[in-house]
């Protein structure tokens, strides 16, 4: 007999599921330390274009199939002016955010090129800090307008007739703390996005329009109820591993305890949304998020720079922080009505998934759980009911589950998270109350150990392993530390003999073989 399962997932071919949005795959660059100068932007290195951009950082990003790059900040944008990284010559300004001297040689030309190189939409974020509205819609109109006005015929001038057609625009980074510069009241932010959000748009009216906010009440809902007629969402950023002033990452159990806190903020940052009587009209940009902290103590002191190299530690980066940013996505995916960006940050460097040095690049663990999401799951979200045991010691479910559905209907994808630690975790799924059964193609994330990790010279000891789960009666074992990506072919076959999909009706719909069909 199979052992009790700690789980019972069942996912519901009631619906058709639900469509989300590959921009929850999106990514973040900030002018930190060493994300953009010697990381994707390294002129002189033998494995740089004559752009400038390393190819290989290139190539790994394609893996990742990016729709979208956040730039250029974060807390950098708070005191960063456009206009001193477009044009020749350009001198270098003072980083009053992260305190170093910044060139100003990777400014929106060559950002708008890196995204075009590796197949992503560029995403601005602009100077609310000691920038102005005006200098907000100036961006928009060097950026998008076509030709006729001042800042178009200056992007002529430097060297690009064509419009940049950037879609995505941000008003800010987190005005809310006093960390930031610029911070404001949250009566002087709606103020502010609220003006800025009309000058933006009379300037290109498609623009998809974000602004700073978070899971909080006082501060969102003023800002909803002045500007979120302006808005398409509303943008929020979580790290559940604070680590800025000491870096002590936390260990396996502790990260992995942490696991809900994003459905959490999502869920009240709805609410919020609801309050203001916008559901529908405005969703969620979760456009800074990673399990860790990046490490900056204060100072411009040649130590406190120094210090920033912590967060290049390669042994951080373990299967803790892979399986938490698959609780993460799960967490979007399965409110993608709602959640429509997430952008892990950053993606190089410092706590980002690749890992750039002179020589090289390293494939983190979250890399490939970026990589395993982008590309291999369905492009709708079924609903699923799930009933799991909790971790011991973490008070998470030790199974977290998510069931996608493909372009064709016949083909569910099962993301199946297992958190414990050191031991295999029997669970038991079923699919329209129907238990699986059979060998199904999977794919594997794990590695010898729960703190295992990826180096320079360990490069694959946390890597994806094709196999088969072989499910008996709806019972399987899923590996310790793993995310598991299945897929299950429809119609099924079961103990029970072969399930006809065609039977399975859900209101108007019919699921067949062919395809969902409106039954009326």
Known sequence: MPADPAAVIDVSLARPGVAYSRNLFGHFIEHFHRQVYGGLYDPGSPLSNERGFREDV????????????????????SSYHWRDGVGHPRRPHYDKAWRVTDPNTFGTHEFVAWCEAIGAAPYICTNAGTGTAEEMSDWVEYCNLAQGSHWSALRTD????????????????ENYGDWEMGAKTPQEWANLVRESAKMMRRVDESIVLLTAARADLEWTLPLLLAAGRYLNMVSIHGYWDSLADVNQPSAYLTAISRSLDPQREIQHTIDIIGAA????????????????????????????????????????YTMADALFSASFLNACLRR?????????????NARGPLFVHPEGIVRRSTFHVMAMYANQLGERVLETHAAASDLEAASVPVIDSLATIDSTNTRVTLSLINREPNSAVPCEVRIAGHPVDGSHQATILDGPGADTYNDIDRPS????????????SGHVALPPHSLTICDIDLPLHHTEGDID????????????????????
């Open 501 to 520: 999909a065609g039977r399975i009706l859900s209101g108007d719909w019919q699921l067949s073989t062919t395809g969902w069909h409106k039954t009326s």
């Open 158 to 173: 430097n060297g690009h007739p064509a419009p940049f057609a950037v879609p995505f625009w941000s008003i800010g980074n």
């Open 336 to 348: 993608g009505d709602v959640v429509k960006m997430a952008n892990i940050a950053p993606s190089i």
């Open 58 to 77: 290139i190539e790994a990003m394609r893996e990742l199939r990016p729709s979208v790059v956040r730039w250029p900040g974060g807390c950098f944008v």
């Open 277 to 316: 009587a916008l559901t529908g009209q405005v969703g969620i940009a979760f456009d800074e998020w990673n399990l860790r902290g990046w490490h900056h103590p204060w100072g411009n002191s040649d130590a406190a720079v120094r210090a920033r190299d912590a967060n290049d530690d390669n042994t951080t």
């Open 461 to 472: 000891t946390i890597t994806p392993r094709r196999s088969k789960l072989d499910f008996r």
